[in-house]
């Protein structure tokens, strides 16, 4: 497993996150400390989501669902019977 290696900006020695405060699900500030004791320097970083390398699994679930959920019960019942190839 990897861990996140947080460097202080001052003096380049590891640091440690102290706390965090989610800005939003994509946004947060961490709170740092520097292990450096004749540094002992203390800044926040904020990180934050990039873009996405490889969808998550559970994206195509909500949106199979959530088309699912807004279709007339006429056209629910012609999926079913093309998922289950009753219809050509």
């Given at each position: 497993?990897?861990?996140?290696?947080?460097?202080?900006?001052?003096c380049?020695?590891?640091?440690?996150?102290?706390?965090?405060?989610?800005?939003?699900?994509?946004?947060?500030?961490l709170?740092?400390?520097?292990?450096?004791?004749?540094?002992?320097?203390?800044?926040?970083?904020?990180?934050?989501?990039?873009?996405?390398?490889?969808?998550?699994?559970?994206?195509?679930?909500?949106?199979?669902?959530?088309?699912?959920?807004?279709?007339?019960?006429?056209?629910?019942?012609?999926?079913?019977?093309?998922?289950?190839?009753?219809?050509?």
């Open positions: 497993m990897r861990v996140l290696k947080i460097l202080c900006p001052e380049g020695h590891n640091a440690i996150v102290s706390k965090s405060h989610r800005i939003d699900p994509k946004l947060s500030t709170y740092c400390q520097c292990r450096n004791v004749e540094c002992g320097h203390t800044y926040t970083l904020a990180l934050g989501f990039g873009h996405t390398i490889s969808p998550s699994a559970l994206t195509n679930n909500r949106l199979v669902k959530y088309l699912a959920d807004h279709l007339s019960p006429a056209d629910h019942q012609m999926v079913l019977d093309l998922l289950e190839g009753r219809v050509r």
